[in-house]
């Protein structure tokens, strides 16, 4: 526990050593990169910046609306024989009801019993082995 202690305290005085020779009390001053001294060109407005041809202009020679295609009735949409389908289904003959079956009331059918259906696996019973509660083994 003591070596321990120590060497925290070891560690501890060579990081602060090592951090207080590294400080510098001078000022360092720094200079800009190559990229930081660009100078920009200054802004100036063009004349067609100004020009009141360019924006009071219509946009209809730049878009030009396009016009849907005309809805017209077609032959299939009135077409008897294409709609006739609904009367087709009310003229179809209606299943017979259900009705309950014998099976479906039978006891004998709905009694499970697992030995009957299928062959369940047994595991063999479980038994303390001399190891299990062994003290020199579980002993640490």
Not at 15 to 22: C, H, I, M, R, Y
Not at 26 to 36: C, L, Q
Not at 62 to 90: F, K, P, R
Not at 112 to 131: G, Q, R, S, Y
Request: overall charge negative; charged content about 25%; proline content about 1%.
């Amino acid at each position: 526990m003591k070596t321990r202690n120590n060497l925290k305290a070891v560690a501890l005085i060579i990081a602060v050593v090592l951090t207080a020779g590294n400080v510098s009390a001078t000022k360092k001053t720094t200079k800009a990169s190559g990229h930081e001294n660009i100078i920009e060109s200054s802004l100036s407005l063009e004349a067609w910046m100004t020009d009141e041809n360019i924006w009071n202009t219509t946009d209809n020679f730049i878009y030009t609306e396009e016009q849907e295609a005309a809805l017209n009735i077609e032959s299939w949409m009135t077409d008897s024989d294409v709609w006739s389908t609904a009367s087709e289904w009310a003229n179809q003959v209606e299943e017979p009801s259900l009705n309950i079956e014998a099976w479906m009331t039978d006891e004998y059918t709905w009694e499970f019993t697992p030995d009957l259906v299928f062959e369940t696996e047994k595991e063999a019973d479980l038994n303390i082995e001399n190891w299990m509660i062994n003290d020199i083994i579980w002993r640490i």
